[in-house]
């Protein structure tokens, strides 16, 4: 999802098989990437006439992630969920709803929200890092859907919100999974490199080992999440396509749907074999 025809190198560890880039963009760099060419900010209005059905459908994508937590810690009005790379903040919007709890939303950017805060009144938006988050703070949930793949610093930062956490505290993880059949078919085009906003592709062993050293105790582990495998397929296919990213998805869309059809009866294996991404929910140790 960017411009320019840069290559990069990914080296993988030989103990752990962590997949990383190497070298990575230096941080003050990094937001040059996040652009016009940004698919999850240009959100629904990239797909132009068709913008209010994929708004029903981010909010049923947002609905599923409430319910996955809820599934996974009580929650009260009391209660406060801390979302990390909250991006467009919607999941938190759906929360204040559906449990009004006390909500948290941080990023290195407000590219997120700022165009549309009105939407996103009444919820707590700070562009911040993790480590300026206050050691008194005790969320009851920490949520990252689909962020600790672009941490510049995942032992430091989650070693860190071990240390803000309560011993009750969930912490629920979405990622893509580098031992997915989506990384195995396409290969080189896999949208799960998502170069070189992606730092660090994830199995499920070396996560684990990760959180272990982070004062983490995994508790679940899934070979599958709330985001739609499709979309992992479907992005991949797009880059063998050589689409460019900042155009109007309109003349997409149909073939977006019909593809989603055709792929239904592979998601019914997601809970055998993962497809493209997957869950962990960890306790502090």
Not at 78 to 92: A, N, Q, R
Not at 217 to 240: A, F, I, R
Not at 246 to 258: A, G, P, S, T, Y
Request: net charge neutral; aromatic share 12%.
């Amino acid at each position: 999802m960017h411009s320019d025809k840069e290559l990069f190198n990914f080296d993988q560890c030989t103990d752990c098989q962590l997949v990383f880039i190497n070298p990575r963009v230096a941080l003050d760099q990094l937001k040059n990437y996040y652009t016009s060419y940004y698919l999850p900010y240009r959100g629904a209005k990239a797909w132009g006439k068709y913008e209010k059905i994929v708004e029903d459908s981010q909010r049923k994508l947002d609905l599923k992630r409430a319910n996955r937590v809820k599934d996974t810690q009580s929650i009260s009005t009391d209660s406060l969920i801390l979302d990390v790379g909250c991006g467009k903040p919607s999941f938190l919007k759906a929360c204040r709803q559906e449990f009004n709890c006390k909500t948290l939303g941080i990023d290195f950017s407000d590219e997120g929200w700022k165009v549309e805060a009105s939407q996103f009144d009444g919820l707590d938006l700070r562009v911040a890092e993790i480590k300026d988050l206050e050691i008194s703070l005790k969320p009851d949930v920490i949520t990252m859907w689909h962020y600790l793949e672009h941490d510049y610093t995942p032992f430091e930062n989650l070693s860190y919100l071990k240390a803000i956490a309560k011993p009750s505290t969930k912490l629920i993880i979405e990622i893509p999974n580098f031992d997915s059949s989506s990384r195995k078919k396409y290969g080189e085009n896999w949208a799960g490199w998502h170069t070189p906003r992606h730092l660090s592709l994830f199995s499920p062993n070396n996560v684990t080992l990760l959180l272990q050293k982070c004062g983490w105790n995994v508790s679940e582990l899934h070979t599958y999440g709330t985001m739609d495998p499709y979309l992992l397929y479907w992005m991949s296919q797009m880059e063998q396509k050589g689409i460019k990213w900042d155009k109007n998805m309109e003349d997409e869309f149909w073939e977006f749907v019909l593809g989603m059809i055709r792929f239904t009866p592979q998601k019914w294996m997601q809970k055998k074999s993962s497809l493209g991404v997957m869950t962990v929910v960890a306790t502090p140790q």
